[in-house]
């Protein structure tokens, strides 16, 4: 590459920028405002948001671990225990969501099998679709023919009646 001694054609640029020269002596209002917003409003603000950081750092809460303990069944209540039936009732709903997630889980598995083993899935996806048998009988035998409207009550009542039919057919079979 031959050597270019045109300085004009490719302009260096200046070494330093130079400093703007202020015109007037009266301060710039945005600069003002800028710094008076930062110490009345920006200042307490990111204070409080910090200490609550901190705070919550000290202490974590994982709310996807929230363990419940377990109440009393509706069958243990003493007669007139307000309190107790409404505790239990509270453990019935999250039984039921937990038994309604069980079967959803089983069956998105049972989903994803048939998927991946496409012509092959009643060979080998046979263990899922006995465990979707199993768990779908079991959450139908419980909360079965409750409708949306059912309640710890109804179910109780429901496995009552439930076992005394086994007991009936099972009396019937011994004789």
Known sequence: ??????????????TRTPV?????????????????????????????R???ERQQAKN??????????????LSECMEGDYPCFFEAEAQWRRDR????????????????????EGPNQFQNCAKEMELLAQV???????????????NARTCLMKQKHRMMEERKAQAKASE
């Not at 974590?60 to 069944?73: A, E, G, N, S, T």
């Not at 969501?97 to 991946?116: F, N, S, T, W």
């Not at 779908?136 to 059912?150: C, F």
């Open 1 to 14: 590459m031959p050597e270019d001694k045109n300085w004009d054609a490719y302009k260096v640029p200046p």
């Open 20 to 48: 703007s020269d202020r015109i007037t002596s009266v301060p710039n209002p945005v600069d003002f405002i800028q710094t008076v917003f930062n110490y009345v409003i920006d200042a307490p603000v990111t204070f409080v």
């Open 50 to 52: 910090e200490w609550i």
């Open 60 to 73: 974590k809460y994982y709310y996807y671990h929230q363990k419940f303990r377990r109440v009393p069944d």
């Open 97 to 116: 969501m937990v038994d309604q997630e069980i079967v959803e889980i089983v069956r998105e598995r049972l989903g994803a099998c048939k998927h991946r």
């Open 136 to 150: 779908t009988k079991a959450y139908q035998d419980r909360y079965g023919d409750l409708g949306y409207h059912g």
